[in-house]
């Protein structure tokens, strides 16, 4: 937690990694930026799954929250709810990137300042923040989900690292500050719409708590444990 507490000082270095990481994604689907597609078969199949929901808001103007086109019925909003604006703050949060309209360049953007973060939090050096951004990032899986289209999990997966940072800063006397970092991460975890990556989030979350439960019963700092968990 050292490492955030010095950011007022030299704030100037920690943004080199963010040009870094924009450079490293532009680069990495360098051919996107020159026209080229790549071929997601996931996405291609939401375009016919989708179809039947289009259809009823062309011909009804009206927004259907129910499918029949995947596993024999499911709601709408797991997949796509036409009429539907966007509703909540969240939604327009998301949009910030939407200008740059590039969306695999945007995940691995996202998934770098994520975990740079985290590592941060951690109390991480830049250059040890930058090295594990890039790792985890670059990850195979990370890398493999975003080919074959599961755009969803991807997102929910880049914002992981950002709700565990919030909470990291809550048990560690950044109670306000670790409260807005966690609500924002977690509204757009939740609002990437993968609710499987949102799960597993939970049991990394209980994880940290169970462990921090542990050490502030043995430093007798149960007020602080109760007002960081609530």
């Known amino acids: 937690?050292?490492?955030?507490?010095?950011?007022?000082?030299?704030?100037?270095?920690?943004?080199?990694?963010?040009?870094?990481?924009?450079?490293?994604?532009?680069?990495?689907?360098?051919?996107?930026?020159?026209?080229?597609?790549?071929?997601?078969?996931?996405?291609?199949?939401?375009e016919g799954l989708v179809?039947?929901?289009?259809?009823?808001?062309?011909?009804?103007?009206?927004?259907?929250?129910?499918?029949?086109?995947?596993?024999?019925?499911?709601?709408?909003?797991?997949?796509?709810a036409y009429g539907i604006g966007q509703s909540n703050y969240v939604k327009y949060l998301q949009t910030i990137l939407e200008p740059f309209d590039y969306r695999t360049i945007r995940i691995l953007l996202l998934s770098l300042l994520a975990f740079y973060l985290l590592m941060l939090t951690l109390g991480a050096?830049?250059?040890?923040?930058?090295?594990?951004?890039?790792?985890?990032?670059?990850?195979?899986?990370n890398i493999i989900i975003v080919e074959a289209g599961h755009i969803t999990?991807?997102?929910?997966?880049?914002y992981?690292?950002?709700?565990?940072?919030?909470?990291?800063?809550?048990?560690?006397?950044?109670?306000?500050?670790?409260a807005a970092v966690t609500a924002v991460g977690l509204s757009l975890q939740i609002g990437s719409n993968h609710y499987q990556i949102t799960y597993y989030l939970a049991f990394i979350v209980v994880a940290l708590a169970l462990c921090y439960l542990v050490y502030m019963l043995k430093q007798k700092q149960l007020k602080q444990f109760t007002v960081a968990s609530c």
């Open 51 to 80: 179809q039947e929901l289009k259809n009823f808001y062309d011909e009804t103007g009206e927004t259907s929250l129910w499918t029949g086109t995947i596993f024999g019925g499911m709601p709408a909003y797991h997949v796509a």
């Open 160 to 178: 992981m690292p950002v709700v565990v940072a919030g909470v990291l800063m809550a048990y560690n006397k950044k109670v306000l500050l670790g």
């Open 1 to 46: 937690m050292k490492q955030l507490d010095n950011v007022g000082k030299k704030w100037w270095h920690y943004l080199l990694p963010v040009v870094f990481f924009l450079a490293i994604s532009m680069a990495y689907f360098s051919p996107i930026l020159k026209g080229k597609v790549l071929p997601q078969g996931d996405m291609t199949k939401v």
């Open 153 to 158: 999990k991807a997102y929910a997966i880049a």
């Open 125 to 141: 050096n830049i250059w040890l923040a930058t090295i594990g951004a890039i790792a985890f990032a670059l990850s195979s899986y």
